[in-house]
């Protein structure tokens, strides 16, 4: 019965698993966003130019010179420091669901060389094996190691890593590659955001303890 002892007591025993359960979650969570804002933070520096040409590359692990690069390269290496290959795991995911991700290239097939640097094909995967979160003009939904996704004045997307660190407004500060090299600046909202993700799994936050 809805009422009875046991299903109250049941209900209670419910919520305070639950409660324990988030507790866990949360600061976990927190701690592999703050993780891939690091290794992303590290970029800083080195990566000095913006170069998007198509360069044919290794598979897997394949990269562009660190010291150029294009924005969607700065959250594939932030992710390779963890073992975590978006190389990889995009042009696997589109072998096999190609027909769920954006035709705007007139490829036959997937091409392992360019598809995980583009913007659209990084936002399907992390729609598809992440989490999408809330676009909002509210500052405080963007969490450290959030990903964001945009649509520049120009018309191209572009995309960036949400740092833990925030401008004097309190604006979390963003972590990308917009022309000049990896940078971190407040640029939030400064252009049309397009999508919000958080992309946190369990090899990350594994990776991520080992290294705290």
Do not use: K
């Given at each position: 019965m809805d009422g009875s002892p046991f299903s109250m007591a049941s209900l209670k025993l419910f919520l305070a698993g639950l409660f324990v359960l988030l507790a866990i979650i949360r600061p976990a969570c927190a701690q592999s966003g703050q993780c891939l804002v690091d290794a992303a933070r590290k970029?800083?520096?080195v990566t000095k130019l913006y170069d998007g040409r198509y360069v044919t590359l290794a598979y897997p692990g394949g990269d562009v010179p660190m010291e150029r690069g294009?924005?969607?390269d700065v959250i594939v290496r932030a992710y390779r420091q963890f073992?975590?290959?978006?190389?990889?795991?995009?042009?696997?995911?589109?072998?096999?669901?190609?027909?769920?991700?954006?035709k705007l290239w007139k490829l036959t097939r997937p091409d392992p060389n360019i598809d995980h640097r583009r913007v659209p094909n990084q936002a399907k995967f992390f729609a598809r094996q992440g989490q999408v979160a809330p676009i909002?003009?509210?500052?405080?939904?963007?969490?450290?190691?959030?990903?964001?996704?945009w649509r520049l004045p120009v018309g191209v997307p572009h995309i960036g890593i949400i740092s833990e660190r925030r401008s004097e407004a309190g604006t979390p500060l963003v972590i990308h590659n917009i022309g000049a090299g990896t940078v971190e600046?407040?640029?939030?909202?400064?252009?049309?955001?397009?999508g919000h993700y958080r992309y946190?799994?369990?090899?990350?936050a594994e990776a991520c303890k080992r290294l705290k």
């Open positions: 970029q800083i520096g294009v924005c969607t073992g975590i290959d978006l190389q990889q795991l995009i042009h696997e995911d589109m072998r096999r669901n190609g027909s769920v991700y954006p909002s003009a509210d500052q405080g939904v963007y969490l450290p190691g959030d990903l964001v996704t600046e407040n640029i939030l909202f400064s252009f049309t955001i397009t946190l799994p369990q090899q990350l």
